[in-house]
């Protein structure tokens, strides 16, 4: 088994990244996201040098135990989370924010890179963040519907006036 590192340093050529994610890195992202639990969670990245910073590309693969919204039932649910992350040390001059200056957001462009103040990426809370933008926020195991509690017709605040009229 390969030893995934927990800190990526902003130099160091291209790496890759396999493996099967520890049970300990597995719990505290469950943990903190509030899921039942990982079960599986297996990792394929790309790392390279960009600008004077990181990116990270590839896929995660999990097998993730989540509670229902509807039934509260436990089910299984697998998911494939593609990533694509960029990360600038703060002070680097790409950094794509400037202060007093006007920002345009185009919905359409990749998102700008995370300005970290650290020497470099905390591997474990870049995947939590992946995950909490993967999750679905209302979870349903297959095959459940919602249905809605059958409305009364004379729901009217003027029904109960009908009943006294001879």
């Not at 436990?74 to 950094?95: E, K, N, V």
């Not at 470099?120 to 995950?131: H, K, N, S």
């Amino acid at each position: 088994m390969i030893t995934i590192p927990a800190f990526l340093p902003w130099r160091g050529g291209p790496r890759r990244l396999q493996g099967e994610v520890p049970s300990e890195w597995r719990a505290a992202i469950g943990a903190e996201l509030d899921l039942e639990e990982i079960e599986t969670l297996h990792l394929d990245l790309s790392v390279t040098d960009w600008r004077d910073g990181l990116e990270v590309v590839g896929r995660l693969d999990a097998r993730v135990a989540r509670t229902c919204g509807i039934s509260l039932e436990l089910f299984t649910a697998d998911m494939t989370i593609d990533i694509r992350y960029t990360a600038l040390p703060s002070a680097s001059p790409h950094a794509p924010l400037q202060i007093g200056v006007e920002i345009q957001v185009d919905l359409q462009a990749d998102d700008p890179p995370d300005l970290l103040d650290a020497d470099g990426i905390d591997v474990v809370a870049m995947l939590r963040e992946q995950f909490i933008l993967a999750l679905p926020p209302y979870p349903r195991r297959p095959g459940v519907a919602f249905q809605p509690a059958p409305s009364q017709i004379d729901a009217s605040p003027f029904s109960a006036l009908k009943r006294l009229l001879p």
